[in-house]
């Protein structure tokens, strides 16, 4: 009989993250500088708008790599 633990225990990661990215989402709009932080480039025209938050994909990259590097450090 084929051992599941190890697909279980990755289903089950993926399942918290998903479950933290969902909080995340839901809590973001409560934050109003992290869409607004210097380095996030807002171009607004009459009939176009263009966003590209630069410096918070720096910084989520930087959250999320820490909190890899944590989970790998105490495995």
């Known amino acids: ?3 599941f633990q190890p697909m279980g225990r990755m289903l089950l990661m993926v399942g918290v993250v998903c479950l933290i990215g969902g909080v995340l989402v839901l ?3 409560k934050v109003p500088w992290l869409s607004r932080l210097p380095g ?3 171009i607004e025209r009459p009939g176009f708008r263009v966003y590209v938050p630069l410096t918070t994909c720096v910084l ?3 959250v999320i790599s820490m ?3 944590l989970i790998g450090r105490f495995r």
Do not use: G, K, T
Request: glycine share 0%.
């Open 1 to 3: 009989m084929p051992d």
């Open 27 to 29: 809590l973001a709009p």
């Open 40 to 42: 996030d480039v807002a």
């Open 60 to 62: 989520a990259s930087l």
């Open 67 to 69: 909190v890899l590097w």
